[in-house]
């Protein structure tokens, strides 16, 4: 057994077999190479389609983890409802222009910077919560996975880092839209 899987037997008292292992770090391939293949096509369809894997693969690696609820809600909300809202947005593009049109560099080295800004500033963000340093207790009962603990927990003692998620999701929209803005010259 691995050091990780010995510190999660620590904390949970089912030993981790052999075989969950490897289907655990499979799915972690898996979901890291989605994620690189979204990132770097260039047809905003092939980049949909794998996105909608990485998403998939996530919930997978939600069940792995014993979290269903999180599973399901993973592939409900984001692979459903949100990749509908994306096809929507990529019936309205122009697919074949787009994959013509240049890379403007100067907006990606700028939301780069960003990015880099972000890497940097979470830590301290961390830290300014205590909370957010203990790992996540659904509830004293190990079966007690529910939505209601869930919530519970999100809007009363991980409330300013859900709150953080929020304000961090409206920056990245406002990143892509400043990516996929056009120029007034072109």
């Known amino acids: 057994m691995t050091a990780v899987a010995g510190d999660l037997t620590s904390r949970n008292p089912r030993k981790i077999t052999r075989m969950e292992q490897i289907?655990?770090?499979?799915?972690?391939?898996?979901?890291?190479?989605?994620?690189?293949?979204?990132?770097?096509?260039?047809?905003?369809?092939?980049?949909?389609?794998?996105?909608?894997?990485?998403l998939v693969i996530q919930a997978a690696l939600f069940i792995t983890l014993g979290a269903t609820f999180l599973a399901a809600v993973q592939v409900i909300v984001y692979a459903g409802a949100v990749m509908v809202l994306f096809l929507f947005v990529i019936m309205l593009l122009d697919v074949k222009a787009e994959a013509r049109r240049p890379i403007p560099w100067p907006k990606v080295g700028t939301v780069a910077v960003g990015a880099v800004a972000v890497v940097i500033g979470i830590p301290k963000l961390v830290a300014a919560f205590p909370a957010a340093r203990e790992p996540l207790r659904w509830s004293s009962q190990v079966n007690s996975f529910g939505a209601k603990e869930l919530g519970t927990l999100l809007f009363t003692t991980y409330a300013p880092l859900f709150l953080t998620t929020g304000v961090l999701l409206l920056v990245a929209t406002i990143g892509v839209v400043v990516l996929c803005r056009r120029d007034s010259g072109s």
């Open 23 to 54: 289907f655990f770090w499979s799915l972690a391939a898996g979901l890291l190479a989605a994620s690189i293949a979204m990132v770097t096509l260039r047809n905003p369809v092939t980049n949909a389609v794998c996105l909608v894997a990485a």
